[in-house]
C-alpha cells in the first residue's frame, strides 16, 4: 500500500466492469479485513469466498502486506469484492500503488462454483528476491491489523487532501 498512482486502465470485460457500480475485485491480502474496507470505501460491499488458481500468495521482506504472482499448481484463496463503482475503484488502484499490475482474471466462487471475470491486483515483479514462503492473514490480523488501520486512515486522509485541491 502506498500512496502513488496505479495502473488504471479499465478492461473493458464483462464482470468485472464497464457500468456505474459493476466492477468486481478479487481480494487476498489486508483487504480481507472488513475494517480496511470499510476505511478505504466508506462501506463493505457484497462479498463472496473465492479461489484463484495458478497464482501463490507471498510475503514480502519488509513488507506486512502479501503479494501474488502467477504459479503453476497453486491457488490463492480470498474474496470477491461486487458492485464497486467507477470512483471506489480508483480508491482501490491508488491503493495499490505502482508496484501491482491490476489484471482481470477468472476467479471461483466458493459458495456456487460459478467462475466469474474480476480484477485482481498481481505483483509487477515476478522475479522480485524479497518475496518468500506465504502469507498468512489470520497471523496478519493479530499482529498487524490495528497499526495498519492507522496507516489506511492515513492514506484515505491524504487522498481526500489531493482530491479537494483539484480544480
Known amino acids: 500500500m502506498a500512496t502513488a498512482s496505479a495502473n488504471t486502465g479499465a ?19 489486508s483487504l480481507l479485513a472488513d475494517d480496511v474496507v470499510q476505511v478505504l470505501l466508506n462501506r463493505i460491499p457484497q462479498t463472496s469466498p473465492a479461489i484463484l488458481n495458478g497464482y501463490h500468495r507471498f510475503s514480502i521482506k519488509g513488507r506486512v502486506y502479501p503479494a501474488i504472482i502467477p504459479v503453476e499448481n497453486k491457488k490463492v484463496t480470498g474474496r ?3 458492485g ?13 500503488d505502482e508496484e501491482y499490475d491490476k489484471r482481470a482474471v477468472d476467479v471461483s466462487l466458493l459458495d456456487t ?24 492473514f489470520e497471523e ?13 486512515k492515513s492514506f484515505v486522509e491524504e487522498l481526500e487532501d489531493t482530491a479537494s485541491s483539484l480544480p
Open 80 to 82: 470477491v469484492l461486487f
Open 84 to 96: 464497486l463503482s467507477a470512483s471506489e475503484l480508483y480508491i482501490l488502484d491508488t491503493y495499490e
Open 140 to 152: 496478519w490480523k493479530e499482529s498487524k491489523l490495528e497499526d495498519y488501520l492507522k496507516m489506511t
Open 113 to 136: 462454483s460459478e467462475v466469474l471475470q474480476a480484477y485482481v491486483y498481481i505483483w509487477a515483479n515476478s522475479s522480485d528476491p524479497d518475496l518468500y514462503g506465504e502469507w498468512d
Open 11 to 29: 478492461v473493458g470485460l464483462g464482470g468485472c466492469g464497464g457500468g456505474n457500480n459493476d466492477h468486481t475485485v478479487f481480494v487476498y491480502g
